[in-house]
């Protein structure tokens, strides 16, 4: 009696976690899915419901047997051996053709799906692209640069942050300098990696404005977690005047490159904040010790030298990282690149902010 009272409850727990997965899973797993913004979306949503739907049952049969195996064959008495069963080719040559076709059809849709997506991210149906964007993953943090159609050059560059027209078709041209890294949005599209030498691309073409995000997908060393990717979709026309506003200040920028010579601007510390935020250096100089010294040490460390200034001091460290190194941190791991990046009133302005902390 006591015993089918168990057998009862835990009938219904199986029937009830049967239920939620049946029913609660597929809803759940489909609230997150890629947002409606890049070209393979439906066939990845629709090779993961295939997919799903041939494992619920697998699942539910092989937690049944397990189920059943444990209570019709368990030791009932404390001397009793239960009955032991030994081997059934039957079911051992089922199970493995089973398997096998299983895997195989799994297979086959994986390798269809692969074929048209890479198709469709190569060519998406032969459509011009309104915009062309290279993406270039480094450690750690992505470089945007922005072409009309489909290479027409523009000279807008961005990091971390990529800015596209919604409702337009873009074209993401990705690869990296380094290492290996992963351009991962999966609140918008898939997965594409970016490989040094070599250009993978990627359609999006964001219904909604909005700001999206999405991370580096490939393990690429210390600061992998924050290689973040923003994409912020407007409206087109606001899109237009974003673009505009930026070829027009490239007008005035001069990129300082590694000229240690020339005479310090004035710089504002609230620019150079701004400035610091945007190109990224805030993910490794932060207010305590990090991947690089933090802001107060900055300072210390530039107001403490007797054989330069600390204007000089700080400018030298930005546009040629391992001329002066730190104890305790690696040089190597500082981009060298701010120089193509920040023009002579851009790197006063973050001189300034680091002064000011
Ligand atoms: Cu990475």
Not at 301 to 308: C, H, K, W
Request: charged content about 15%; proline content about 4%.
């Amino acid at each position: 009696m006591k015993r089918n009272v168990h057998l009862h409850w835990l009938g219904l727990a199986v029937a009830a976690a049967a239920l939620w997965v049946a029913l609660a899973l597929p809803a759940e797993v489909g609230a997150h899915g890629p947002a409606d913004g890049g070209a393979a979306r439906a066939d990845i949503n629709d090779l993961f419901s295939i997919i799903f739907w041939i494992s619920v049952p697998i699942f539910l049969l092989v937690e049944g047997l397990i189920l059943f195996a444990i209570l019709r064959y368990r030791r009932r008495h404390r001397h009793e051996m239960p009955e032991q069963v030994e081997g059934n080719h039957a079911l051992e040559i089922t199970w493995t053709v089973l398997s096998f076709v299983i895997i195989g059809v799994v297979f086959a849709l994986t390798a269809r799906f692969m074929m048209t997506r890479y198709e469709v991210e190569a060519t998406n149906g032969d459509v011009t692209p309104d915009l062309t964007v290279h993406v270039t993953g480094y450690m750690f943090n992505w470089d945007y640069e922005y072409f009309l159609g489909a290479g027409e050059e523009t000279g807008v560059k961005t990091t971390r942050k990529l800015t596209v027209p919604a409702n337009r078709n873009v074209l993401l041209e990705i690869t990296s300098t380094d290492v290996q890294h992963s351009f991962w949005l999966p609140s918008l599209a898939g997965k594409v990696d970016a490989i040094p030498g070599y250009t993978n691309t990627m359609w999006l073409n964001v219904k909604e404005p909005g700001l999206y995000t999405g991370n580096c997908a490939e393990y690429c060393g210390t600061l992998h977690y924050d290689m973040l990717i923003e994409v912020e979709a407007l409206e087109p026309a606001a899109f237009d005047a974003w673009l505009a506003g930026r070829m027009a200040a490239l007008g005035q920028f001069v990129p300082i490159g590694t000229d240690l010579d020339i005479p310090l601007l004035q710089g504002d510390a609230a620019r150079g904040e701004q400035v610091f935020t945007e190109l990224g250096c805030a993910s490794c100089h932060g207010a305590g010790p990090g991947v690089g010294p933090a802001l107060a040490q900055m300072a210390a460390d530039a107001t403490s030298r007797e054989d330069i200034t600390a204007e000089a001091y700080l400018r030298e460290s930005i546009l040629v990282p391992c001329a002066y190194q730190t104890v305790g941190y690696n040089c190597q791991i500082m981009p060298s690149n701010y120089g193509d990046k920040l023009d002579a009133q851009g790197l006063a302005d973050i001189i300034a902010y680091l002064l000011a902390n």
